[in-house]
């Protein structure tokens, strides 16, 4: 099993940062993809960036040149810098994980963090 646990959400005028942490505990040495995922009112859950065992990363196109993933070692922690936010990227911001084991896949979600950007 895996737990995950996200902090840092908030609220910040357009233009702000902040940083989101995803701290992860658990059976997390089998674990070798980590993702962020956002979910605006009414809007369906969407795939914000993400990160591998071997550290390469991947954005939506709504967030390159703004947002920043990276993970420390051992990998217990991930994190989300977000810089120049805008209104629209109000949501709530939700910590995924796959973990993968004698053959099998698993998916792990937190609770998730709310960012609301507004002046």
């Known amino acids: 099993q895996v737990q995950l646990e996200e902090s840092g959400g908030g609220l910040v005028q357009p233009g702000g940062s902040l940083r989101l942490s995803c701290a992860a505990s658990?059976?997390?040495?089998?674990?070798?993809?980590m993702n962020w995922y956002r979910q605006a009112p009414g809007k369906q859950r969407e795939l914000v960036a993400g990160?591998?065992?071997?550290?390469?990363?991947n954005y939506a196109d709504f967030v390159k040149g703004r947002f920043t993933i990276s993970r420390d070692n051992p990998k217990s922690t991930m994190y989300l810098q977000m810089n120049s936010l805008k209104p629209e990227d109000t949501a709530v911001y939700y910590c995924?994980?796959?973990?993968?084991?004698?053959?099998?896949?698993?998916?792990?979600w937190g609770q998730g963090t709310q960012v609301t950007v507004s002046s």
């Open positions: 995924n994980a796959w973990r993968f084991q004698r053959g099998l896949k698993y998916n792990y």
């Open positions: 658990g059976n997390i040495a089998s674990i070798y993809t």
């Open positions: 990160i591998d065992s071997g550290d390469y990363t």
